[in-house]
């Protein structure tokens, strides 16, 4: 044999190997095949069951959020500038609908001093656009691109949070992406393969995870009304009422603190997050360490503030609240938690940071494993039908070159297989689509490169010369509808939502296989018969 056809010859055993091992790795035993089968072949929702959930972004949330942050440094800037004014404060726009009124009013500016108070928000403060409502009161409002600008930032990064919850439960086969309709700018898609705990999951998910520490002005009253009433109506400036229940006591018993609105710290601040139990208590706590900047924020505060309380706030509700007793610098804990399983849930959801807006749920769907199993059992029944029906065409018209075919296509679905499981793809109908889509592509080219070697045959040349310029001829042909096919699988990747991905992504993956089963191997296979039986008729 010669060492050009031998040496063609092992690197593909060598694929062939690669792929075999891509699959099933190692097995032991039958348990240990149909275990790396069920670890490197992962079947999408459709497939093997689970959860799908349609939440919505309370964009409204994040616009609220950034209308405060600026009130908090538009007073700092203010004040440097010895600008006084009455008051700072912003209207409360509760639905998605009301998000773009949102605005910040500026009440009591001294009429003077307007021209330096518009210099400011010009200079420091782009997004905004100021407004006249009479000499002493000014309205502020966001501009359309930046509020435009805001919701999109606001739905990606929800998107990558969700993304890090959901990769730190250990689901890497979730699928979460916005929603293509025009109508729903706002929603997310969650698909979460194989979940046996849907209700744990979707709580990870909605909770916004927003860890404030702020500074208790006053408390505890029994209600809201209490807390007022020992003020005279009226809550000191900068400051609102929060609620604090223990777990544990009743409904009745809850309470209330006046705290602080300005955060000392947040959950930007955090450094890493860890379930821990105490030595003495037994009980649940979650610890977080800051950042080296926050953490001499947090001393200078504490050590300004020795005997004064502290509320750790997590999504407007207080967790805790204790006694500074010294200078506290970077570390810091959640305590009284339930157990183990909701200390490590909620450092979970504080190492993926925090949501800028809280998620509603619109839609929740749980598709059972009987319904991916039919799913499974008609896709493959479909498939194999289709490429015993292409086997038998390709014998029965091309003769024996069309098992030269068959060993081709066999080869592409196990190196498309095994690519997308070396990728850690999920396969799902659309994908499985793909898959026989591109073994359709498959015979195609084997039917371009036959017929030209017939065409050759009947110009009258020898059964070498012919076979090398059938291949030889075709291959630009073979070039050209997969390049095309690759570029319009590529717009589908780029435009389309997630089944649609999956297909493009096997189609692709497909056509490159092809174009090394077609071309390569089918020609190793020509080459070795003409060399090892030197016919004079090519059974074709």
């Not at 909605?206 to 404030?212: K, S, V």
């Not at 296989?513 to 060399?531: G, K, Q």
Request: proline fraction near 3%.
């Amino acid at each position: 044999m010669p060492r050009t056809i031998l040496y063609k010859a092992i690197f593909i055993l060598i694929v062939v190997v690669a792929c075999v091992y891509g699959i099933i790795e190692i097995p032991r035993s039958k348990a240990g095949l149909m275990a790396n089968l069920e670890k490197r072949i992962r079947l999408g929702l459709d497939l093997r069951g689970g959860s799908h959930l349609i939440l919505q972004v309370q964009v409204q949330d994040a616009l609220r959020a950034h209308a405060d942050q600026t009130i908090s440094r538009l007073q700092a800037e203010l004040s440097k500038q010895t600008i006084n004014v009455g008051s700072i404060d912003r209207n409360d726009p509760q639905k998605i609908e009301e998000a773009d009124t949102i605005q910040i009013n500026v009440k009591g500016l001294p009429p003077e001093r307007s021209s330096d108070f518009k210099a400011l928000i010009d200079e420091r403060y782009a997004e905004w656009t100021y407004q006249p409502v009479d000499a002493s009161n000014w309205r502020l409002v966001m501009r359309p691109a930046a509020l435009a600008q805001m919701k999109r930032d606001t739905v990606t990064q929800t998107i990558q949070t969700l993304g890090n919850r959901i990769s730190g439960l250990g689901l890497a086969e979730e699928s979460i992406q916005q929603r293509g309709r025009a109508d729903a700018e706002y929603e997310i898609q969650v698909q979460l393969p194989g979940v046996d705990d849907p209700a744990r999951v979707r709580e990870i998910l909605q909770t916004t995870a927003l860890l404030e520490v702020r500074e208790v002005k006053a408390g505890p009253y029994p209600s809201v009304e209490g807390a007022l009433a020992a003020h005279g109506g009226v809550l000191p400036e900068n400051s609102e009422v929060l609620r604090y229940q223990e777990r544990g006591v009743a409904q009745a018993e809850e309470r209330w603190y006046i705290v602080s609105r300005s955060s000392v710290i947040t959950g930007r601040d955090l450094r890493n997050a860890r379930e821990s139990q105490s030595e003495t208590s037994r009980g649940w706590a979650t610890e977080f360490s800051l950042s080296v900047e926050a953490g001499q924020r947090f001393g200078r505060f504490t050590e300004a503030n020795v005997g004064n309380n502290l509320a750790i706030v997590l999504d407007r509700k207080i967790r805790s609240v204790a006694v500074i007793k010294s200078r506290i610098e970077d570390q810091g804990s959640i305590d009284n938690l339930r157990n183990q399983q909701e200390a490590s849930d909620l450092a979970l959801v504080l190492r993926a940071g925090s949501l800028p807006a809280s998620v509603m749920y619109l839609e929740e769907r749980t598709i059972g494993p009987s319904l991916g199993a039919d799913s499974i059992r008609q896709g493959v029944t479909a498939g194999l039908v289709g490429l015993a029906l292409v086997i038998v065409v390709m014998l029965v018209y091309y003769r024996k070159s069309g098992l030269n075919a068959v060993i081709a296509l066999l080869l592409n679905a196990l190196i498309t297989v095994a690519a997308l499981s070396y990728f850690d793809a999920v396969w799902t109908l659309p994908g499985i689509a793909g898959l026989i889509l591109s073994i359709g592509m498959a015979v195609d080219s084997n039917v371009l490169i036959f017929e030209r070697i017939r065409e050759e045959l009947r110009a009258g040349k020898s059964v070498v010369a012919a076979v090398d310029a059938g291949f030889n001829k075709a291959f630009l042909t073979i070039i050209d509808t997969h390049v095309t096919t690759v570029v319009a699988s590529a717009f589908l990747f780029m435009f389309g939502t997630g089944p649609v991905k999956g297909f493009a992504v096997t189609l692709v993956v497909g056509l490159v296989a092809n174009l090394f089963t077609a071309v390569f191997v089918s020609r190793t296979i020509f080459d070795y018969t003409l060399f090892r039986y030197r016919p004079q008729e090519l059974s074709i």
